[in-house]
């Protein structure tokens, strides 16, 4: 269960997400603890590619929602995207993979 990014188009204009509103998206699942894996990679893969990238608060917050899905090649899979387009992880992100 590997997913890749195509890098090539960075942007997306056709995604009318802005980064205000996904960040606003991801939150209201983090309180409600409603989220899914399809929303899950649908959120992460429109916010790498957003400029400037959200907060690595928002990553953490996917991936570690990922991990509890026990979806661990998947998390590990997306920390590798998270580097090409330079992403630092935080201590939550290292935590999340220890648990991979």
Known sequence: LFHSINYNNAVNDDDKMGRAQLEHMVETHRKSGSLKLDE?????HRA???RPLPSIRVFDFLL???SKMKEHFTV???Y???GFVRIQPSI??????TNC
Not at 40 to 44: D, K, N, V
């Open 40 to 44: 899950a990679l649908g959120y992460f």
């Open 48 to 50: 790498v590619k957003m």
């Open 64 to 66: 570690g929602s990922i």
């Open 76 to 78: 590990l899979s997306l």
């Open 80 to 82: 590798k995207d998270l």
């Open 92 to 97: 939550a992100t290292m935590g999340i993979l």
